[in-house]
């Protein structure tokens, strides 16, 4: 290509010029300047994505913005491995021990608290294990264990199933049996599976929220303060790869933290649930959450 572009003379006709600045141009954006720079590789958890919360939050970045989002909705523990891997530039995730380790390690940079639900238990309307009323889910877990009532796990390493592991180990029970059984998919599809079987389940609040017209599945436990769920945004670091697109990443994440998106989050649901999905926590720590 530059070959060619140094044959034209510098006394070449209007027309030749014009055609050295064409090739000019696709030999800048070929070495980096064009629309790949545009471009920001988010990796989220299936609840943003299954709950239509992107679908309201990313249009209006790429809008205001001109850069163009590409979500991967995955696992939280598959957001947090292609941050390891150099392959996403931004993360929206909410695993918080997982998270402080991978920063720990330097994969990950300005780590922010963005939002907040929480997660419930839910089983079939007429619960055949008298979970109903409880308060504490890993008394909850316990009884079920002891029950053997049929619960369906994500086995994903997700953030849901992160935190569905720390409660069965509050509870002091190991999970094993015909009675337990994992999807390895994401939390959409694991409701629906619980739904199908009459069984039971943790989930986030927004996706049963978001999704509660086609299941058949009630909540039964809520409001325990260990099953709350905190979302952050990270940038992958650029000093560890040398591909992520820091500038585009940190827009997206300063965006997720501004006034328009925090009031989105907030209202987020509120029409259609009468509650909102998900709490903005733009400003605040993990402390102030949980004390």
Same mark, same amino acid.
């Given at each position: 290509?530059?070959?060619?572009?140094?044959?034209?003379?510098?006394?070449?006709?209007?027309?030749?010029?014009?055609?050295?600045?064409?090739?000019?141009?696709?030999?800048?954006?070929?070495?980096?300047?064009?629309?790949?720079?545009?471009?920001?590789?988010?990796?989220?958890?299936?609840?943003?994505?299954?709950?239509?919360?992107?679908?309201?939050?990313?249009?209006?970045?790429?809008?205001?913005?001109?850069?163009?989002?590409?979500?991967?909705?995955?696992?939280?523990?598959?957001?947090?491995?292609?941050?390891?891997? *150099?392959? #996403?530039?931004?993360? &929206? /995730?909410?695993?918080? =021990? %997982?998270?402080?380790? +991978?920063?720990?390690?330097?994969? !990950?940079?300005?780590?922010?608290?963005?939002?907040?639900?929480?997660?419930?238990?839910?089983?079939?309307?007429?619960?055949?294990?008298?979970?109903?009323?409880?308060?504490?889910?890993?008394?909850?877990?316990?009884?079920?264990?002891?029950?053997?009532?049929?619960?369906?796990?994500?086995?994903?390493?997700?953030?849901?199933?992160?935190?569905?592991?720390?409660?069965?180990?509050?509870?002091?029970?190991?999970?094993?049996?015909?009675?337990?059984?994992?999807?390895?998919?994401?939390?959409?599809?694991?409701?629906?599976?619980?739904?199908?079987?009459?069984?039971?389940?943790?989930?986030?609040?927004?996706?049963?929220?978001?999704?509660?017209? *086609?299941? #058949?599945?009630?909540? &039964? /436990?809520?409001?325990? =303060? %260990?099953?709350?769920? +905190?979302?952050?945004?990270?940038? !992958?670091?650029?000093?560890?790869?040398?591909?992520?697109?820091?500038?585009?990443?940190?827009?997206?994440?300063?965006?997720?933290?501004?006034?328009?998106?925090?009031?989105?989050?907030?209202?987020?649901?509120?029409?259609?649930?009468?509650?909102?999905?998900?709490?903005?926590?733009?400003?605040?720590?993990?402390?102030?959450?949980?004390?």
């Amino acid at each position: 290509m530059f070959s060619k572009v140094n044959r034209i003379s510098v006394g070449a006709s209007p027309g030749a010029k014009a055609a050295l600045i064409a090739v000019l141009l696709v030999a800048l954006m070929a070495v980096g300047c064009g629309p790949q720079e545009t471009e920001i590789i988010l990796a989220t958890t299936t609840s943003t994505y299954d709950s239509g919360l992107l679908d309201e939050l990313v249009p209006l970045f790429e809008e205001s913005s001109g850069y163009v989002v590409k979500p991967i909705a995955v696992g939280t523990g598959k957001a947090l491995a292609l941050a390891r891997q *150099g392959e #996403a530039d931004v993360l &929206l /995730v909410h695993a918080p =021990s %997982a998270e402080r380790e +991978l920063a720990e390690q330097g994969f !990950v940079i300005e780590r922010r608290l963005v939002m907040h639900n929480d997660f419930v238990i839910v089983g079939p309307a007429d619960d055949p294990a008298n979970l109903a009323g409880m308060t504490s889910a890993a008394s909850a877990l316990q009884h079920l264990s002891q029950e053997e009532a049929l619960f369906i796990s994500r086995g994903d390493d997700s953030g849901t199933h992160k935190r569905e592991l720390s409660l069965w180990s509050l509870a002091g029970t190991e999970p094993a049996g015909t009675w337990y059984l994992e999807t390895g998919i994401g939390m959409g599809e694991t409701l629906r599976v619980a739904s199908e079987k009459g069984a039971y389940t943790l989930t986030d609040r927004g996706t049963y929220l978001a999704l509660k017209d *086609g299941l #058949a599945l009630d909540i &039964l /436990v809520e409001g325990d =303060s %260990a099953m709350l769920n +905190l979302y952050h945004v990270m940038i !992958v670091n650029p000093e560890r790869f040398d591909k992520i697109n820091a500038t585009g990443a940190r827009l997206f994440a300063d965006f997720l933290l501004s006034d328009e998106a925090q009031n989105i989050i907030g209202d987020f649901g509120n029409d259609k649930y009468d509650q909102p999905l998900f709490i903005p926590d733009g400003g605040k720590s993990e402390d102030d959450l949980t004390g």
